[in-house]
């Protein structure tokens, strides 16, 4: 996903004086005043213990059903809170965390308590919730396009984050992501997040480092914002989501969601089999421990060895061809069109008697839903898990131990879904089971409409949610 190994320790870094420029003007989501409610301390534990908690696999979901209203005088919502634990009211409220890159078998390490507990039906949550088999990840299966698929219901060619890293022909412009001048934008970002749907309708959102919202979508940002910002601890990062919930009732954000991108980083670092990922599995642990519950994640991690690194300087001159993009895969755009073919037509001819593949643009399988932009470069080629198309000039030596961006239907790309709380055990009761087939993470934005009772935008997901149409 990333392009090397000095890349990989933290995969979603932004320059720190954007972040700085964020601090001082553009957080509101950062909140010092006190609530006025009394005892807020006692009410947050009661809150998350007592009311609600939805989790979805490498992001997490924690939400309550309530009443939400619409007036048919102004379109406004007003919404009547039906919950009430002593000190509090509350509106429905999604929680949404992504744990970036964990993977959907990790959970059978036994080395993450508080998730395991999670995915057993003896457990008191799971009882009130369900579990999904695992979550499968849209394609190219790396953490721009799918964490934004996430949020908006769309595949990444109909959003447009198309990789992490990709050229535009229409606005002769390089989106990458750790650039901020690059990647913040409003002119990538199609689509509409939750958190724009969320203010649009009335509500209120707080967003804590996710992907995109940085930008101006819609001409819209969240109610409250805080930036990716590296190194920030498990304390920094639950107060944060704590003081967004502790705001007053009319200030107070109905959706939440946040980042943690420990097991992906040390999953390239280190590979997805070593102490390293173990030790992040326990970081994550706690931190889920630290909200109460809650999960969700946008892929898997592969393991990589270097002798499966395949160099294309040695099949064509990469000199007539941008930088490479959606490493592992290869995304190959001729600075001249009238390449295209010849250039397609080398890498056919190499890939013969090979593991991958090669496709124009327009041939890419229908299924991974992946053609439809301008922004997916002309020539793709695919791997097998594993594997890495790389190129000398592009990338160097540098071999990862550990990648994901393949295939989306491959077990190891497979990401994890926990959900609980009064609708998940409703649906839990219905079906006689709290296992759900597995299903695409397009179906989250729907998910997440649902239970705030929004109105959602255009999106490829199921209508009314895969849940309820299951």
């Known amino acids: 996903m990333n392009n090397d190994s000095e890349i990989f320790v933290e995969e979603y ?91 959907a078998d990790y959970l059978d390490r036994n080395i993450t308590p508080t998730l395991n507990k999670l995915s057993k039906p003896i457990s008191f949550y799971v009882q009130n919730g369900i579990k999904a088999e695992y979550m499968i990840p849209s394609f190219p299966s790396v953490t721009f396009p799918n964490h934004y698929t996430i949020i908006t219901g769309l595949y990444p060619e109909s959003h447009g984050i198309v990789g992490n890293e990709f050229y535009d022909p229409d606005l002769d412009d390089d989106f990458y992501y750790t650039n901020p001048n690059k990647s913040w934008d ?7 997040p939750i958190w724009v749907t969320t203010v649009k309708q009335g509500q209120k959102s707080g967003v804590s480092q996710w992907v995109g919202t940085s930008s101006i979508i819609k001409g819209y940002t969240p109610t409250y914002h805080y930036p990716y910002t590296p190194n920030v601890t498990i304390e920094e990062k639950v107060n944060q989501i704590m003081n967004w919930l502790d705001l007053p009732l009319s200030e107070r954000p109905t959706f939440l969601a946040a980042y943690a991108s420990e097991v992906d980083s040390a999953g390239h670092k280190f590979g997805p089999d070593s102490v390293g990922v173990n030790d992040s599995l326990k970081y994550v642990d706690n931190f889920a421990l630290s909200l109460l519950e809650g999960l969700v994640s946008d892929h898997g991690m592969a393991q990589t060895v270097s002798s499966n690194q395949i160099f294309l300087d040695n099949v ?83 071999s990862p131990k550990g990648m994901h961006g393949y295939d989306n239907l491959e077990p190891e790309m497979r990401g994890i879904f926990l959900a609980s709380g009064p609708t998940f055990k409703e649906i839990a009761s219905k079906k006689k089971t709290n296992v759900v087939k597995s299903f695409f993470n397009i179906e989250v934005y729907n998910i997440v409409a649902k239970i705030l009772n929004l109105t959602p935008a255009e999106n490829n997901g199921t209508v009314g949610g895969i849940l309820w149409n299951d």
């Not at 409003?186 to 509409?192: A, P, T, V, Y």
């Not at 056919?348 to 643009?361: E, G, T, V």
């Open 13 to 103: 870094q932004m320059d720190t004086s954007y972040v700085e420029q964020e601090k001082e003007g553009l957080i509101t989501g950062k909140v010092t005043e006190e609530p006025s409610e009394e005892n807020p301390v006692e009410a947050r534990y009661k809150f998350f213990l007592q009311v609600f908690m939805i989790i979805i696999l490498l992001t997490i979901l924690m939400g309550t059903i309530l009443v939400a209203i619409y007036s048919p005088r102004d379109g406004k919502l007003l919404m009547a809170p039906t919950f009430f634990n002593g000190s509090h009211d509350f509106y429905p409220t999604v929680l949404l965390v992504s744990f970036d890159g964990f993977r």
């Open 186 to 192: 409003s002119k990538w970002w199609g689509g509409e």
């Open 316 to 398: 064509f001159d990469v000199s007539k061809v941008r930088p490479i993009e959606c490493r592992p895969l290869a995304g190959i755009r001729p600075y001249n069109d009238s390449d295209i073919n010849d250039i397609y037509l080398s890498l056919k001819d190499a890939s013969q008697n090979q593991p991958w593949n090669c496709y124009l643009r327009d041939e890419i399988p229908e299924r991974f839903h992946f053609r439809a932009s301008h922004r997916i470069a002309p020539i793709f080629c695919i791997p097998p898990v594993g594997w890495i198309l790389s190129t000398h000039r592009d990338f160097g030596n540098s």
